[in-house]
């Protein structure tokens, strides 16, 4: 079955510090998607990536395909990036499995 | 630039009433999903279509049935509506090749009461 979990579930911090959050998948992928719902709970992709490492401004994403775990970081986090962070695997089938969201709340 | 349009946005059933939640997109794509987002846990798979003419069930398909009216349209039916599905449900869109994610509607909260 395939299982991704995330890390944290929840995390609060203050404008400026730099987040990390986890996701760890089960078997083997085509790709690692990271998404974003924003609070008014509309879904929008991130970054889709296979290995390595992509940047879309503050926002960076890696991959190690041998350890099966994706990382998605913030840099001078802003109030505006609080929203949940879902991660999902593509197996191979056209279809995503999503991990449970991480809940990011940055602070002014 | 309209994309997954889902209607309604907001619905209120009693227990035991029908009701068809409709999802159209107008990127032409060939696969389009229905999902369901509960409290705590991941968006899970209740029907999808790979291709216009073609329908499977997900992971959670009970009470629930599809139609891919064409190309553009996918619709969620519920029968007799459970307190159980009260959720919000996402409809999506993608291209079957090169695979490279969903296209998401704005969602439609349910509450079934």
């Known amino acids: 079955k395939n299982e991704v979990e995330q890390s944290p579930q929840n995390l609060t911090a203050q404008e400026g510090e730099f987040i990390t959050i986890n996701c760890s998948y089960s078997?083997?992928?085509?790709?690692l998607h990271w998404l974003q719902q924003h609070p008014g709970g509309g879904i929008v992709s991130l970054f889709m990536l296979s290995s390595g490492k992509k940047k879309h401004g503050r926002l960076i994403a890696t991959i190690n395909i041998q350890e099966k775990h994706s990382s998605l970081h913030i840099t001078a986090s802003h109030p505006r990036d609080s929203a949940v962070y879902i991660c999902a695997e593509a197996p191979g089938a056209q279809k995503l499995v999503f991990g449970q969201g991480t809940r990011l709340t940055i602070n002014p | 630039n309209a994309g997954v349009t889902q209607t309604p946005k907001f619905q209120v059933l009693k227990t035991g009433q029908s009701m068809t939640l409709q999802c159209a997109q107008d990127m032409n794509h060939n696969s389009m999903y229905w999902y369901r987002q509960d409290p705590g846990m991941g968006l899970r798979l209740i029907y999808y279509s790979a291709s216009e003419g073609t329908t499977d069930k997900g992971e959670v398909p009970n009470g629930y049935n599809v139609s891919r009216l064409n190309k553009r349209e996918f619709s969620l039916r519920l029968e007799s509506a459970a307190p159980s599905q009260t959720s919000v449900y996402f409809c999506?869109?993608?291209?079957?090749?090169?695979?490279?994610?969903?296209?998401f509607g704005s969602g439609t909260r349910l509450t079934v009461v």
């Open positions: 999506a869109s993608s291209e079957a090749q090169p695979f490279r994610g969903y296209t």
């Open positions: 078997v083997g992928i085509s790709a």
